[in-house]
Structure formats: structure tokens, C-alpha cells
């Protein structure tokens, strides 16, 4: 019965965990019109954000937030506008001197940024586009691109989660020794 409690001990302290939650708040923005965070379950927030592309029919925008909850994040850049694109997109600190992290793939309607692991702060998410092409090929002007932000957190373990689990490998050593059996030594 001892083993058992133990065991059982052990393998709850294992799968004891914090659940993450993603909180991104904006705190300002430049060049578009910006949604305030909303946040769908535990591991992600979404943005909503419009960019008025008059008259070159190019945009370029940043806006600024406040991280809460540090761990590895994807953000997901999608347009709504049909024929636009997402050409770069880039993770600054919050007055934009020092690039975190970039996209560095080919203009398209969805652009994802890995950006590892950046804790709790200030952030600015910089990106630029463009509204796509009218019918003779030419860059249509007269546009307002829309889209989503969607960033997407896995957490890194608290000092807490760390030690639950330590606790939980050391009773299965602890209980894996006590059923060894001794060797008894044997004459040949």
C-alpha cells in the first residue's frame, strides 16, 4: 500500500502544471487602426487591425504592447483583403531601436514570425504591405487592408512546475529502489 501512495504521489506531482496565458495588451500604435487584444482559451491572443493604403497603395505600421505572460511565441500576421500582402514583419523592443526577431519569407496574405523567448515588457510588432494589384496590374491606391494578429505562447515552466516535477522523478527513484530485490551472492 506504501508503494502505491508513492507512486501515486510521484505521478501526480508530474502531471501538476500551471497553465499559460497568453496576455498581450496594446498600448499604442502607428499608420493603422488596432483592436484591442482578445484572448481565445489560454495560449493565444488575437489583434484585429485595419491600414488605410492611400495613395501608393503600400502601407507600413507599427503598434506597440505589453507582454505578461514571458514563454516561446509564433505570431501570425493574416490579411483579410483580398490580393493584399504581408512583405515584412518584425519583433522590436518598444521604441524600435533593436529587432527581436523577423520574417524573412516572401510577400504573401499570411507571414508567421517565430520569435523563441522573449519574457514579460514592452514590445513594438513592426510590418508593412501592400493592397495587391488592380485588374490592369498596377498598384490599386484606394484600398484599406485589413487582418489579424494571432500570437500563439508555450509557456515556459515556473520555478514551481520545475520542482513538482524533480519531486515526482525522485519518488519513482525512490520507489523503483525500493523494489529492487538484493543479489545474493552466490558460490560457484
Given at each position: 500500500?506504501r508503494?502505491?501512495?508513492l507512486?501515486?504521489?510521484?505521478?501526480?506531482?508530474?502531471?501538476?502544471?500551471?497553465?499559460?496565458n497568453?496576455?498581450?495588451?496594446?498600448?499604442?500604435?502607428?499608420?493603422?487602426?488596432?483592436?484591442p487584444?482578445v484572448?481565445?482559451?489560454?495560449?493565444?491572443?488575437?489583434?484585429?487591425?485595419?491600414a488605410?493604403?492611400?495613395?501608393s497603395?503600400?502601407?507600413?505600421?507599427?503598434?506597440?504592447?505589453?507582454?505578461?505572460?514571458?514563454?516561446?511565441y509564433?505570431?501570425?500576421?493574416?490579411t483579410?483583403t483580398?490580393?493584399?500582402?504581408?512583405s515584412?514583419?518584425?519583433?522590436?523592443?518598444?521604441?524600435?531601436?533593436?529587432?527581436?526577431a523577423?520574417?524573412?519569407?516572401?510577400?504573401?496574405?499570411?507571414?508567421?514570425?517565430?520569435t523563441?523567448?522573449?519574457?514579460?515588457?514592452?514590445?513594438?510588432?513592426?510590418f508593412?504591405?501592400n493592397?495587391?494589384?488592380?485588374?490592369?496590374?498596377?498598384?490599386?491606391?484606394?484600398?484599406?487592408?485589413?487582418?489579424?494578429?494571432?500570437?500563439?505562447?508555450?509557456?515556459?515552466?515556473?520555478?514551481?512546475?520545475?520542482?513538482?516535477?524533480l519531486?515526482?522523478?525522485?519518488?519513482?527513484?525512490l520507489?523503483?529502489?525500493?523494489?529492487?530485490?538484493?543479489a545474493?551472492?552466490?558460490l560457484?
Amino acid at each position: 500500500m506504501r508503494r502505491f501512495v508513492l507512486a501515486l504521489v510521484a505521478c501526480s506531482a508530474l502531471t501538476i502544471a500551471s497553465a499559460a496565458n497568453a496576455a498581450i495588451n496594446i498600448t499604442g500604435f502607428n499608420g493603422l487602426d488596432a483592436s484591442p487584444a482578445v484572448t481565445n482559451g489560454t495560449t493565444q491572443d488575437y489583434v484585429s487591425w485595419s491600414a488605410n493604403t492611400e495613395p501608393s497603395g503600400s502601407f507600413t505600421s507599427w503598434f506597440t504592447f505589453h507582454n505578461s505572460s514571458p514563454g516561446l511565441y509564433s505570431i501570425v500576421a493574416d490579411t483579410s483583403t483580398l490580393g493584399a500582402t504581408i512583405s515584412s514583419l518584425m519583433l522590436q523592443t518598444s521604441d524600435g531601436s533593436t529587432t527581436l526577431a523577423q520574417y524573412l519569407g516572401l510577400p504573401a496574405s499570411s507571414a508567421t514570425l517565430v520569435t523563441g523567448n522573449f519574457g514579460a515588457g514592452d514590445y513594438r510588432l513592426t510590418f508593412s504591405g501592400n493592397s495587391g494589384l488592380d485588374m490592369n496590374g498596377a498598384a490599386n491606391p484606394a484600398s484599406v487592408v485589413t487582418g489579424n494578429f494571432t500570437f500563439y505562447v508555450q509557456a515556459v515552466p515556473e520555478p514551481a512546475t520545475w520542482a513538482l516535477m524533480l519531486f515526482g522523478f525522485g519518488g519513482i527513484g525512490l520507489s523503483l529502489r525500493r523494489r529492487r530485490k538484493p543479489a545474493l551472492a552466490q558460490l560457484a
